[in-house]
C-alpha cells in the first residue's frame, strides 16, 4: 500500500471528524466508493476542482481544508516567504484606503520604480520571496502618497496594482480569508478614483479570487463583469475565462466553451497578442493556455496536448508560462505512455516559478501519484528530486 498524499490524509481525518463512513461520502459526493478509497490511500490522485470541491462540500469544510494549505516549509526560502506573511495581513488589515500611516517618505520617482517593479517583474515572474517583503512597505507608502495631491491618482492606480499582488501571493501560498481582504482594498481604491475601468478591474478580480467553495457565485459575478459598461476588453475577457473555469469545474462543458469564445472574440480585437494593460497578460496566447486548463478540468487527460500544440507560450509572463507548462504536464501524466513527457513538462514549469508549482495542489497530486508508481517501476532521480522540493516525498 502507498501512503496517503496530504490530500488523502486529509479527507481521511476529516471524514473522521464529521463521523461519517467512506461509503456515506461516496453517496454524498457522487463519486465511487472505490476511488475515495484510493485517494484515502494515496493510490489515485485529484487531479481537478470538480473533485476537491465536492469532497469539500460532502464534508462541509473549504476546499483549503482538504488541500493542508499553507504548506510546511521544505527549505529555508520556503520559511522566509511563510515568515513575511503576517507583515503583509498587517499591511491589509491595519489601514483603509483614505488612511495615512506616519512613516518616513522617500522621492516619488524612487516609490514608483519599486511599483513598477513589484508589477513588471515580481509578480509576473512568481518570485514570492521579493514580494512578501515589498509589498508591506509600498501598501504603507502608497497610502501616504495618495493623501497627497501631487501624486494621489498614481498612487491609487499603484495601490489596486499592489493589493492584486498581495491578493495572488497570499492566495497561492493557501492563505484563507486573505486573498478577499486584498480585493477589497482593490475596491476601495478603484472607488476613489471613481472610473468604471477600475471599478470593473476591481469586480473581475473579486470573481476571480473568489474561493472554489462557490463557484456558482464565481460564475454569476464574472458574467456580470463582463456585462458591465465602461470594462476595457481585457477586463471583460478576462471574467469571461473566469466564468468558463467556473462553468468547467461544475462539469458544463457547453457553458465552458461558449465564454472561451467570447474571450477568444475579445482577445482578436486587440492589437497586440499579449495586452501590456496592468499586465494582464490577456490576449490570444493566454486564451490559449486558458483552454488547456479548462480541457484538463473537463476531463481530456492526456488529450489536452492536442490543444497545447496550437499554444506558443511566448510573451506572456513567466507565471503563465509556468501555469501553461504545469497543465500540459498533469495532463500528459494522466496516461502511462506519455508520463515522461508530461514530468518533462512538470519540471520546465518549475523552473519558470517554482514556488507557484510547488504549491499547487493539483501539481502536487500528480507528482504524488506518479512517485508511488515509480516506487513499483524504478523511477528516475528526477522525479524524486521534484516530489522531496514539493515536500510530497516520504523523509522517513
Known sequence: MEPATELGRRLREIRGWRQLSLRAVAQLSGYSFTYLGQIERGEKPVNSRRVLEALARTLRVSPTELTGKPYAARDP???DIRAGVPAVEEALTGWWVGEAPEQPER???????????LNKVLRPDADFAAQVVLIPQLIRELLTASAEPAHRREALVGLIGTYKAAAYLVHDLGFAGLPALAVERMRQAAEELDDPVWTTYAAYQRAQLLSGANRARQYELAV???ELPGARAETAGLAHLTAALASAARGQADQANTHLAEA???ADTLEADVSPWMDTNFGRTNVGIW????????????GVAELARQVRPVGVSR???SAFWMDLGRGLLTERKTREQGLSALLKAEELAPQKVRNNVFAREAVADLLGSARREAGGRELRGLAWRMGVAPTG
Open 77 to 79: 526560502l520556503d520559511d
Open 107 to 117: 522621492p516619488w520617482s524612487q516609490l514608483w520604480a519599486d511599483v513598477v517593479r
Open 224 to 226: 456580470r463583469v463582463a
Open 264 to 266: 477568444a472574440a475579445l
Open 291 to 302: 483552454q488547456v486548463t479548462i480541457g484538463l478540468e473537463l476531463g481530456m487527460g492526456a
Open 319 to 321: 507565471s503563465r508560462q
